[in-house]
């Protein structure tokens, strides 16, 4: 794989090609057992790697023990299977003897967490479909980018959380790559009133660093589970129906997120499906 400079800091990085697949989310072919997968880059999955039954079985993994799912409310799922890879090859490393946690349905392949990019730097690029990772600690201040500091979850570790605002109220946003809308906590929707439905709240103004999107309806869900132990609770979550719209990256060396700024990622997207719109 060729070295890619991205404008992060002029550094070289490795570039990975990612697919934009179902729910919107970004997509990404990986190895187990010498056996390409193809599965969902998902920043919200904290346990590491997770599969879905129907993955789990075609590869053919020996069962190790359960785990118990929980879900941003901090509810119980369910108790599902736990299973045994010899060895994982993603982004460029190799792992051995690895935990898989099997899902609940078959809905999607299988989910890459953030546990395996932990000590290293990567960006996202939605529209022209590449992922890239450095191993450097090195930090650089953005010139042409808003770097927000990483809120640490020293509970969740790989969580990403940094500072924005709804409205003018400054709140903790949540970004997850494996969501396909935004969300927002209820208590948040009734305090600052916001016109809701069954589907969903409006939000008028989120806002990121210098970057503002209005959301026609995000979905209602509780953050009271992944909150617990921070300062202050996590009220909304940004989903790939927002982070597709600009090239972001996570230095978690540095514990930032970066939001870069172009001419490209100032567009909309061509064909917008959640009612999410960037605002310039």
Request: some cysteine; overall charge positive.
């Amino acid at each position: 794989m060729r070295p890619w400079r991205t404008p992060f800091d002029g550094m070289p990085q490795r570039r990975f090609p990612i697919r934009i697949g179902a729910y919107g989310a970004p997509y990404l072919r990986i190895s187990i057992n010498d056996r390409p997968v193809e599965l969902m880059l998902d920043t919200g999955n904290l346990t590491g790697l997770s599969l879905s039954p129907a993955t789990a079985r075609r590869l053919k993994l020996p069962r190790v023990g359960e785990w118990t799912s929980y879900g941003s409310d901090g509810q119980t799922r369910g108790r599902f299977p736990v299973v045994r890879a010899e060895r994982v090859e993603i982004l460029g490393a190799t792992f051995t003897d690895q935990r898989c946690y099997v899902l609940d349905n078959d809905r999607i392949p299988g989910l890459i967490g953030p546990r395996y990019l932990l000590n290293r730097r990567f960006t996202v690029d939605y529209r022209a479909g590449w992922l890239a990772v450095a191993d450097s600690a090195a930090w650089v201040a953005p010139a042409d980018g808003d770097a927000l500091p990483l809120i640490p979850v020293t509970r969740l570790p790989g969580m990403i959380v940094v500072e924005g605002s709804v409205n003018e109220r400054p709140v903790l946003v949540q970004l997850d790559t494996g969501k396909s809308r935004a969300c927002i906590d209820p208590s948040l929707v009734a305090e600052l009133g916001l016109a809701a439905d069954p589907r969903g709240a409006a939000i008028d103004r989120l806002t990121l660093g210098t970057r503002t999107f209005t959301i026609a309806s995000a979905k209602i869900v509780s953050f009271a589970g992944i909150s617990e132990g921070l300062a202050a609770p996590i009220l909304v979550g940004v989903g790939s129906d927002v982070l597709s719209q600009f090239t972001w990256s996570v230095d978690y060396p540095a514990e930032r997120f970066v939001l870069w700024r172009d001419a490209r990622n100032a567009q909309k997207p061509e064909t917008p499906t959640t009612g999410t719109r960037a605002r310039p």
